[in-house]
C-alpha cells in the first residue's frame, strides 16, 4: 500500500493558531475519531470546517484522508484539490506535500529507511520537541532512549491488527506493516523512549524483535505473555516463573489487579477499602516439579435469601464459571487477560466479583484500581430465579474513597476520561456511581438526590470535576448555582489542574461579575456556561455535554 509521509498530525500547532477555542475543541475531538480509525467521524467533523475556509489545516487532513481512502473511497484527484488549496493559503505541510507529489516522491508501507535519513525527517517534524540524535550502525538513536533491557522472551500478538515500526516511535516512527492476533514473536528488549509530543507516557514502552533481517519494535500493551499449554483433555498448565517466587503446590498467588503473569505474586493480597477483596488462587496440581508449571484454582461464593447461592469458580486465572447451588449454569467465560476473582462486599458481605487488570500493573495511573474490570452481580427475583447482571469499566474506588466511605450499600465507582485531546486529556478524571445490589443488580446513580440517598458526599469532589460532573449529566440549574457560591474555589482548583494537564494558566482570565452576570441568562447549555466563566476548562472539554 502505498503510504504519504506527510501525517494528520502535523496540523495541529497551524490549526490551533488559525481556528478558535471552540473549532479547536470540535478538531481534537475528531483527531481522536481519526486515532482511534473512526474515519467517518473524523471525515463528517473536519469537512464542514474545510469548506467554510477557517484553517489551512483541515484541508490537508482532508487530502490526507482521500490520498489514504480512509473513510472514503481512494481519489487522489480530490486529494490534490485539497492539498493545493491548503498549499495556496500558506499551509507549509500541504506545500511539502505539493513538492511532493511534483517530483513524484513515494514511500511504500512495509519498506525500511536510511536510519539517518529517518532521524532527519523525525526531527524536522518534531522540530525543538525531540532532541538532537544520530544513528549508529544503523539503530535507533541512543539519545532517545531512557531505558533498555534485554528480556529475549516469546510472546504472542493480543490485537486484531498489531502494527510494528522501524522506530519506537507512534509518531513518525515509520509503519511497517501490522501482525495479526495470536502471532509468536521473539521479543529481544524491552525498550522505555523520552518523551514524545502528542502521546500519553505509556506510549514510551516497547518491544524490539527480529523483522525481515532488520529490527523492529511493537508496542508494550500489543503482547500478552500467556504461556498457556493446553492437551486435549483441557487439564492444562500455567506457568507461575516470575523469577521473584519458588511456588509449591498449596500456595496462595495473588495478582494484585497487575495484567500479566509477570506479575504474579505470593503473599500479598490486594485489598481496596475492604470493598474489593482478591481471592486467593491456590495451586493445586504440578508438571514437571521445578519447572514453574501449574494447575491454579480459586472459588468465590455470595449467599441469597432462602438459602440460594452462587458459586464463581476460575481456573489458571481466565477460565471462569458461576453456577447456582442447583447446579445451574450461569455464567461461563474465557477472560481475555489473566485475573484474579475480586470480591465486591459491603459490611463483610460478598455482592458480587469482578475479574480485570491493570492495563500497566499502576506504573502508570496508580490512583486507578483497574483500568478494566468485568462486574458481575447474580441477582434474584421474588420468584428465586437468579440471573447475571454484568457490566465493563475501569474502577477508580480509591480515587474517591472519601465520597463513598460513608454510603449505605456497596457503591462502585467508574473513571471516565475528560477527553480533549493527547496529553490536555485527563484519563479516569470523571466519576460515575454504581450501586451494587442482589435485588436491581447494577444501577447507575446519576443525580445528586439518588447519589445523597445512598450515602455519596459529592461535596467532597474536586470542584472542577464536580463542575464537569454536572455538566456531563446536563444539570444546567445546579451547575449555575455551584459556579455562584463557589467561584472562587473553582478558579483556584482550575490552576492546579492546568498545571496537571499542562496547559498554559495565562489563558484563562475569567471576570467574576460578567460570568455572574452570564448566569442569569435562562436556556444556557452546559457549554455555553463554561465558554463565558471558565472558557479554557470548556476548551479542554470540560463542560462538554
Not at 478558535?20 to 481519526?34: K, V, Y
Not at 482521500?66 to 490534490?80: C, D, L, R, S
Request: net charge positive.
Amino acid at each position: 500500500m502505498k503510504k504519504m509521509t506527510a501525517t494528520i498530525c502535523l496540523t495541529i500547532a497551524v490549526l490551533l493558531g488559525s481556528v478558535g477555542n471552540s473549532e479547536s475543541a470540535d478538531f481534537q475531538r475528531s483527531l481522536s475519531a481519526h486515532d482511534r480509525g473512526d474515519y467517518a467521524t473524523a471525515l463528517r467533523e473536519w469537512k464542514p470546517l474545510a469548506e467554510q475556509g477557517h484553517a489551512t489545516a483541515q484541508y490537508n487532513n482532508l487530502g490526507l484522508m482521500y490520498a489514504e481512502g480512509q473513510g472514503v473511497p481512494k481519489n487522489n484527484e480530490t486529494a490534490v484539490k485539497w492539498y493545493r488549496l491548503a498549499a495556496e493559503q500558506g499551509d507549509a505541510a500541504a506545500q511539502h506535500e505539493m513538492k511532493r507529489i511534483a517530483t513524484n516522491i513515494r514511500l511504500n508501507e512495509g519498506d525500511y529507511l536510511p536510519c539517518d535519513g529517518l532521524v532527519k525527517k523525525i526531527q524536522s517534524e518534531w522540530n525543538n520537541i525531540i532532541q538532537k540524535a544520530s544513528c549508529k550502525n544503523g539503530k535507533f538513536p541512543d539519545e532517545w532512549v531512557k531505558h533498555e533491557r534485554t528480556i529475549n522472551k516469546f510472546g504472542t500478538t493480543k490485537n486484531q491488527n498489531s502494527y510494528i515500526r522501524q522506530f519506537p516511535l507512534l509518531r513518525g516512527g515509520n509503519k511497517l506493516g501490522t501482525l495479526p492476533s495470536g502471532t509468536k514473536i521473539l521479543l529481544k528488549t524491552q525498550i522505555e523512549t523520552v518523551a514524545e509530543a502528542d502521546s500519553s507516557p505509556w506510549y514510551r514502552h516497547w518491544y524490539s524483535f527480529s523483522y525481515k533481517g532488520n529490527t523492529a519494535y511493537i508496542w508494550k500493551d500489543s503482547i500478552d505473555f500467556s504461556s498457556i499449554e493446553k492437551n486435549k483433555s483441557d487439564d492444562y498448565f500455567i506457568s507461575l516463573n516470575s523469577g521473584r517466587d519458588d511456588f509449591k503446590i498449596g500456595d496462595n498467588v495473588f495478582f494484585n489487579s497487575c495484567s500479566h503473569l509477570g506479575g504474579n505474586k505470593k503473599n500479598k493480597q490486594l485489598n481496596i477499602n475492604n470493598k474489593i477483596v482478591e481471592v486467593p488462587n491456590i495451586i493445586i496440581k504440578e508438571k514437571d516439579k521445578g519447572k514453574n508449571y501449574f494447575t491454579v484454582f480459586s472459588t468465590s461464593e455470595v449467599n441469597l435469601i432462602n438459602n440460594i447461592s452462587v458459586t464463581a469458580r476460575l481456573k489458571n486465572f481466565d477460565k471462569l464459571s458461576i453456577t447456582r447451588e442447583n447446579g445451574q449454569l450461569l455464567y461461563d467465560r474465557n477472560v481475555s487477560g489473566f485475573t484474579s476473582i475480586y470480591e465486591l462486599k459491603h459490611n463483610g458481605k460478598t455482592l458480587g466479583w469482578g475479574v480485570g487488570w491493570h492495563s500497566h500493573c499502576k506504573e502508570y495511573y496508580d490512583d486507578v484500581d483497574f483500568t478494566v474490570m468485568r462486574i458481575i452481580i447474580p441477582v434474584i427475583d421474588s420468584e428465586n430465579n437468579v440471573k447475571i447482571d454484568v457490566r465493563l469499566f475501569p474502577v477508580v474506588n480509591s480515587k474517591f474513597s472519601d465520597l463513598t466511605k460513608k454510603s449505605s450499600g456497596l457503591v462502585i465507582v467508574k473513571g471516565g476520561d475528560i477527553y480533549s485531546g493527547g496529553a490536555n486529556s485527563c484519563y479516569y478524571c470523571l466519576p460515575s456511581f454504581y450501586l451494587i445490589d442482589n435485588k436491581r443488580g447494577i444501577t447507575e446513580l446519576s443525580d445528586p438526590i439518588s447519589l445523597r440517598d445512598a450515602g455519596v458526599d459529592l461535596r467532597k469532589m474536586d470542584p472542577v470535576i464536580y463542575v464537569s460532573w454536572l455538566s456531563r449529566h446536563g444539570k444546567v440549574d445546579l451547575l449555575r448555582n455551584f459556579i455562584r457560591e463557589n467561584y472562587e474555589k473553582i478558579i483556584r482548583e482550575s490552576d492546579t489542574y492546568k498545571a496537571y494537564i499542562g496547559a498554559p494558566k495565562e489563558v484563562l482570565r475569567p471576570d467574576k461579575k460578567s460570568c455572574l452576570k452570564f448566569l442569569k441568562q435562562k436556556s444556557l447549555s452546559t457549554e455555553e456556561i463554561g465558554r463565558n466563566c471558565f472558557p479554557e476548562l470548556e476548551d479542554l472539554s470540560y463542560f462538554y455535554n
